[in-house]
């Protein structure tokens, strides 16, 4: 399949089939993870899968954070990205803050993760409000890192694909 096949493929999931996702395929999106490019190959990031049937609904309910994204509930997993601190290259480290790309780096992951995914009929949804404080001790956030992301996975309750809606190319693309 190529890129934007599975780019079209790929959408937020708000339901998922009460149907474990196998350990094979969370490493899977752990090794997509890792092949993300980043700035001096720093590498600004660690994730946690949360998949314990005990600590899952206390991370589903972080994501639910305001009392939206009721569809969470039906999670099979999380994945969390937490933000490291980057380590640049000699030659521009005294130059720019070390974390001066850290969110491209790290969207960059979560796009990556998400699309790995879908190739392997795991739905995801990213979640952009989650209770850090909660989650925090979850995943043994150290003084020097913070929570990035959280995506919320599992098999989608039906294999629809919804069309995308877009603003046309005209509107966001030119070449000069």
């Known amino acids: 399949m190529d890129f934007i096949a599975i780019a079209k493929k790929r959408y937020s999931v708000r339901g998922f089939l009460d149907k474990p996702i196998e350990k094979e395929k969370l490493d899977k999106l752990a090794i997509a993870a890792s092949l993300t490019p980043s ?51 000699e030659r521009i480290k005294d130059k720019v803050d070390s974390q001066r790309f850290v969110a491209q780096d790290l969207g960059a992951l979560i796009y990556g993760v998400c699309l790995e995914a879908s190739t392997l009929g795991i739905g995801s949804c990213i979640i952009g409000m989650f209770n850090e ?11 020097s890192e913070k929570i990035f ?24 693309y030119e070449i000069i």
């Open 149 to 172: 992301g959280y995506i919320g996975l599992g098999y989608p309750l039906s294999n629809d694909i919804p069309n995308k809606i877009r603003k046309p190319l005209k509107d966001i």
């Open 133 to 143: 404080k909660i989650l925090a001790p979850i995943v043994k956030l150290k003084d």
């Open 39 to 89: 700035a001096c190959n720093s590498q600004p990031w660690r994730i946690v899968i949360i998949q314990n049937k005990e600590l899952l609904p206390t991370v589903i309910e972080c994501g639910r954070f305001l009392g939206s994204n009721q569809f969470l509930k039906t999670a099979q997993a999380v994945l969390i990205v937490i933000e490291t601190k980057a380590i640049l290259n």
